[in-house]
C-alpha cells in the first residue's frame, strides 16, 4: 500500500493565518502576495470568528476559511473551518460546545481541523471526546520562540491521544501567522491533490492526501505485505517511526543524508507515523497510519 501516488504533483499549502481583519499585522492583500512569494498555492486565510476573502491572486487557490473558539476549564479550544460553504459567521454560536462547531463547519461542507493543541493545554479525554474532524494541527508556527512558549510541537500529546484510543487524525503544519516576522513561511502542508481546483483539493483534504512539513520533503510511504514500512525523502539525518508502543527495535534510523529507509512494524505497534528530520532540524511528519 502506498500513501501517495507517484504521479500526482504536491501543492504547498497554509491553511492557517490572520490579518488585519482579526488580530494579524498584514491586510489580506498582504498576506497574500508574502504566501505567493514564498511559494505557496493554497491558502486559507482563518481570522477570529471571521471570513476573509482575499483579493483574486493569480497561481494561488484560496479556499474559505475561519478560526472559531472557546474557552473551557482548564484548556482552550481553537477549531478552524476550512472549505465551507456559506456564511458560517453569522450561524456560529461562541457561548455553544466545540462539538457544535465541528458539526456546524461539517454542515456547510467544510472541514475542521483541531489547531494548536499543545498550545492549548487540550487533554487526551478531550480530544477523544470530539468527533467528525478532519485533521489536527502537529506543528503550529506561532506557538514557540520568540511569540510564545516552546509549544509548537503537539506530536507527543497526538501520541499519547492515539495511544488511549483517540482517532488517529491526519496531521498538518501551519504557520497560524499573526506578526509576520519569523513565525510566517515557516510551516506547509503539502497536499497531493489531482489539480489546483477547490474540489480536488477538498476531496485530497478529505481523504488525507497530505504530509506536514517545516522543511523536509516526503516522497512515498509505503507499507509491504511484509509489514515493512519503506520512506522516500529528501536527504535526511534521521527517520523516526513512532507509534503507541514505548518502545521498538529499529523505529529510529539515523543516517547522515538518506534518501530512503525502512523500518519493520513492531508486534506492539497499532499505528505508526513517520517523522523525517533534516540537517538544519527541520521535520516533516506524516499521519498516522493503522497497522
Ligand atoms: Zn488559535
Ligand atoms: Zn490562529
Redesign the pocket.
Known sequence: MKLFSDSLPFFKANF?C?TLNSDGRLSPEECVNFYQSAGYRILAV?D?RTVTSPPPSDGMLFLPGI?IDYVLPGQWV?ILGIGMEGSIGRQWDPSGTPQEGIDLICSLGGIAVL?HPAWSLNTPAFMRSLSGLSGVEIWNSVSTLPMNADRADSSSLLDVTWASGGQLLPVYAND?SHPYRTEAGVAATMVQAEELTVPAVMDALKQGHFYATTGPLIKQIEITNRREILVRCSPAEAVIFYSDAPWSAGRAVIESGMTECSYFIGKNDHFVRVEVRDAAGRKAWSSPVKV
Request: glycine fraction near 0%; hydrophobic fraction near 10%.
Open positions: 492557517h490572520h482563518t477570529h478560526e481553537h489547531a497560524d
